[in-house]
């Protein structure tokens, strides 16, 4: 069974930063891409980044709003997907979600974890 | 980047109604178009991908057709356990995009 697990999710004061994890089972990890979504308090569903695997070297992508203060990467052996976050501001303030694309199309996502809240806020 | 919009951002409607939700992007995304629905405190569940092709174990009501930049899921007749939110996923680009979200609630 896939089961994907976030973990990490905390209050932080704006300015910090924080790094959430995900631990994957049920599947072969180091085949797939992996992303992080978010969703803020009562709002819709926002896309934040790209792990990819190692046939593609690894290669992230990013979006426009968190671009700069935030690392994806991943560590296959383990298993886990991790998301850097620093310089956090009050928007950040969301649960993260990380999701598994499928493999072979790359086009969707099939899996997704629990989610992990992050709190941002003095 | 491409942008998604989604109409209606809300609906009310009964059991039994006919269902229908567009999500238009800005530019061409071929047939990259996914569906999700996604209960109160729960993750997303992913229902139509490639515009129109029906998940593994989501029922037949749903369905998904459209191409290029303007897109439909329908629920045929509604059921209880369909009062939920939807939201449309571009998967053209590198960066991906989501629609804002139609909640559809009992009337």
């Known amino acids: 069974e896939v089961q994907l697990v976030e973990s990490g999710g905390a209050l932080v004061q704006p300015g910090g930063s924080l790094r959430l994890s995900c631990a994957a089972s049920g599947f072969t990890f180091s085949d797939h891409y992996m992303d992080w979504v978010r969703q803020a308090p009562g709002k819709g569903l926002e896309w934040v980044g790209r792990?990819?695997?190692?046939?593609?070297?690894?290669?992230?992508e990013y979006a426009a709003s968190v671009k700069g203060r935030i690392t994806i990467s991943r560590d296959d052996s383990k298993s886990s997907l991790y998301l850097q976050m620093d310089s956090l501001k009050t928007e950040d303030t969301a649960v993260y979600y990380c999701?598994?694309?499928?493999?072979?199309?790359?086009?969707?996502?099939?899996?997704w974890g629990q989610g992990t809240l992050v709190t941002v806020s003095s | 980047d491409i942008q998604m919009t989604q109409s209606p951002s809300s609906l009310s409607a009964s059991v039994g109604d006919r269902v229908t939700i567009t999500c238009r992007a800005s530019?061409?995304?071929?047939?990259?178009l996914n569906w999700y629905q996604q209960k109160s405190g729960k993750a997303p569940k992913l229902l139509i991908y490639?515009?129109?092709t029906l998940q593994s174990g989501v029922p037949s009501r749903f369905s998904g057709s459209g191409y290029g930049t303007d897109f439909t899921l329908t629920i045929s007749s509604l059921q209880p356990e369909d009062f939920a939110t939807y939201s449309c996923?571009?998967?053209?680009?590198?960066?991906?995009?989501f629609g804002q979200g139609t909640k559809v609630e009992i009337k």
């Open positions: 996923l571009q998967s053209y680009t590198a960066v991906w995009a």
């Open positions: 792990s990819r695997n190692k046939a593609k070297s690894y290669t992230t």
């Open positions: 530019q061409n995304i071929r047939t990259y």
């Open positions: 490639a515009a129109s």
């Open positions: 999701a598994r694309i499928s493999s072979g199309s790359n086009t969707h996502f099939d899996y």
